[in-house]
């Protein structure tokens, strides 16, 4: 196989572990260059013994260093959009991270230009698609095994040290991240709207700040067994020193209520500072009910009759990002696509109204009402409609 030429945009943490996850699944990569006023990825790529190529001044001069077989967007979200524009422009596969978009109103502009047929194919890193117990959930509720989709129960709840470190990282701020669950729980929100097959009719939505504020910085910052907490991960581009008293207008909690069109119902809460993680999805339906342990990366599934002990299934890998192998099998989806033309397994629309879906949730909370998403979704479709 001939290597694949690539150029980056925004040599952050993430694309860093995605190229090495590619070069883990047998890519041959030749990284041309990269595009970053502070590379926080060069570590990772050397411990992955990646050689990180020449650094370029600014897309244009790296863009009209092609050609390049992919185009790969790790940039904060508020940089996407104008990173996909230059990267349209010269043409080359992109493969960006998501959140496809940070806005509305970005949105709606990307569903136009996608309607140009120059172009080129995009592939957004919406890595939970590619992970065994996701399509494995995916496959029993298009199965009809579970019946008709009634109500979702879900979590997403990091330990001290992640939401610490969000609360320093850009992250921390809207003008750059979006929001808490924008940059967090797109991924989530996409698969539920997959497994409702439908777009979110209503939301409702609560949050806050109640953790990481100056108020809580009283407490000892030490663990049980004396290490230091809320100290342990460089925060990189534009970071705030300190986790209780940075300029964060992100929420740190959220609860968020879905009604889908499908009349499918959903309850979600995240919360960036527990002592007990989880990220689950409780998936009930008329005739089964299923149990997704996504940090323990395992199954369970029984139907509503059934007095048999449940189905349990283990996909074993565990590793600490709580990715559990996903970025090794999203490298491999992205290389059956380039080279084999295998669908990738999400598209740039599905991305945009995963978006959308968190962006409704937000603005529910902030205006403290129930949102119909009804005007949001005609907007939507008829930027793609032209
Ligand atoms: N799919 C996933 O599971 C996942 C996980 C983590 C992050 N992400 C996404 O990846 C993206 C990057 O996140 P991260 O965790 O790597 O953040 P990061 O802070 O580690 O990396 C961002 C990089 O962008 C660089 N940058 C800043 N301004 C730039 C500019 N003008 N031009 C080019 N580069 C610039 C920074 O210097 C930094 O190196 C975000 O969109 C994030 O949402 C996705």
Redesign the pocket.
Known sequence: MNSFRIGV?????????VLAAMEEVGWPLDLAGY???????LPILADAGIEPGRPYP??AALLGDGPFDLVMI????H??YQ?LKAAFAAGYPIFA???IVRTEAETLALARDLRQTTTPPLYI???MRSMPIVREVIARVDSGELGELVSVDATEHLGPEHGGYLAR???RRQEW?GSYLL?KVC?DFDIFGRLAGARPAKVASFGGRSIFTPEQDARPKVYSDGAPAYALRDA???SANDAFHSDMDVTDHQIAMVEYESGARLSFHANSHVALQERRWYVAGTRGTLLADLVRNKLMVRGALDLKKPERMDFHERTDDN?NG?DQAMARDLLATLTEGKAFPVTPYESMEAGLTVMAIDKAMTEGRVVDCAPMWAAYDAARAG
């Open positions: 945009i925004g040599l952050g943490q993430r694309i860093a572990h595009v970053d006023p502070a590379p926080v990825g600014d897309p790790g940039s904060p979200n940089l996407h990173h991270e998501k959140p890193g919406l890595v990282n850009w992250r991240g940059d991924h990189g581009w534009s990715h996903a």
